[in-house]
């Protein structure tokens, strides 16, 4: 027959120690600053992006923002020229965000 084991009692665990009231709203002596708010730094940045990338055109066609993200999404399953040869007939039956969004997941 087997034996039984016996559970051995948990311990029971300490609760946290509680932090006092004042510590919980004091707040650090300085605030805190947004480094990348700096206009000369934020001009310099845009600067080196527009030397490296002032050419960079994007593949897919898109007449406004919610065109593209969409194209953007679907681009990430196929390649861009798929994305344009689907987009056009999408965007003509679909062709804002309203519309996407009463039509069903089987119709898209």
């Not at 990348?36 to 897919?60: F, M, Q, S, W």
């Not at 020229?81 to 996407?100: G, I, M, S």
């Amino acid at each position: 027959m087997a034996k039984k084991s016996k559970k051995k009692p948990s311990k029971k665990k300490k609760p946290a120690p509680h932090r006092s009231k004042t510590a919980r709203i004091t707040k650090s002596p300085k605030p805190a600053h947004a480094t990348g708010t700096d206009p000369k730094r934020v001009a310099a940045i845009l600067a080196k992006l527009d030397e490296a990338y002032g050419n960079a055109t994007c593949e897919l066609r898109h007449e406004n923002a919610f065109q593209l993200l969409i194209s953007t999404i679907l681009s990430a399953q196929c390649t861009d020229v798929r994305v344009n040869l689907v987009a056009e007939t999408l965007y003509r039956k679909y062709p804002d965000p309203k519309a996407f969004a009463c039509a069903t997941p089987g119709e898209l």
